[in-house]
């Protein structure tokens, strides 16, 4: 009797535990739902999903006309998270047509016309330019260029590069280098469903600080990169490059510059 008494009193903790990850739409403007495979996502007071759209890399909005037809905007005028977030992390932009939209961490939010009821991921991966947002959060991204198409860029936002003289595993940007392109380090590794986290490890530099790699190859910030969605380290030197995920060939890059 004991025993049941105390399973049935860790299930009921455990359920306030869910409750408290999950939200509910009394308590949070802004909730984190649980996804069958176990995967965090952020949705809204009713439970339905928010995406981020990799077109947005500067922060602001280009889904416009037609686009927002499909793709609603998410606005809320209170922020209201669960432990799980940090309302610091959400802010609102006034978008070109004068609607205010509610950021995530920089990303303007979405809802996809086509998702009909509550934990719907209907929108995920469509055109490979729409994605649920994980929580924890992305700490690397996929955003899109006009001219340059996808690239990866951290969970703000901001372009990552490689280096076309760097080995596999071994950063050949040092001194001087460095300071103009400092070393992209994060501790844990989150990514959208485009990307695949396996690609992704880190290495010890010389001066014994750590960088992530990506196919084993460094990735870097560029210091004249001033804002999120900058890309003006592209083609620097004929050396610099922004990480195209889909077309990313090192190997060919390095023998080619050599």
């Known amino acids: 009797m004991v025993r049941t008494v105390l399973r049935i009193a860790l299930v009921l903790a455990g359920l306030t535990a869910f409750v408290g990850v999950v939200g509910a739409q009394s308590q949070y403007t802004i909730q984190v739902r649980r996804a069958a495979d176990g995967v965090n996502y952020l949705a809204d007071a009713k439970g339905m999903t928010l995406y981020y759209f990799t077109k947005d890399t500067t922060g602001e909005s280009v889904c416009t006309d037609g686009c ?46 086509q998702d009909k009821n509550p934990g719907d991921m209907t929108g995920e991966g469509v055109g490979k330019v729409w994605y649920i947002l994980d929580v924890p959060s992305y700490t690397v991204m996929i955003g899109t260029g006009k001219d340059i198409g996808n690239y990866l860029v951290d969970g703000h936002g901001n372009t990552l590069y490689y280096f076309n003289r760097d080995t596999m595993g071994k950063s050949d940007c040092n001194g001087n280098c460095i300071k103009n392109w400092p070393a ?38 560029f210091v004249q990169d001033k804002r999120r969605g900058d890309v003006t380290g592209q083609g620097v030197n004929s050396a610099w490059y922004v990480v195209d995920p889909a077309n990313f060939s090192p190997e060919h890059l390095s023998m080619s510059s050599r």
Request: no cysteine.
């Open 184 to 221: 992209f380090s994060v501790s844990s590794i989150v990514v959208p469903s485009a990307l695949n986290a396996s690609d992704f490890a880190s290495i010890t530099r010389a001066d014994g600080t750590s960088q992530v790699t990506y196919k084993g190859y460094p990735l870097y910030y």
């Open 68 to 113: 927002v037809d499909k793709w609603p905007i998410f606005y809320t005028p209170d922020i209201s998270v669960p432990p799980a977030l940090n309302a610091s992390d959400f802010g609102t932009i006034i978008r070109s047509d004068g609607q205010k939209e509610t950021t995530y961490r920089g990303w303007p939010l979405y809802y996809w016309f």
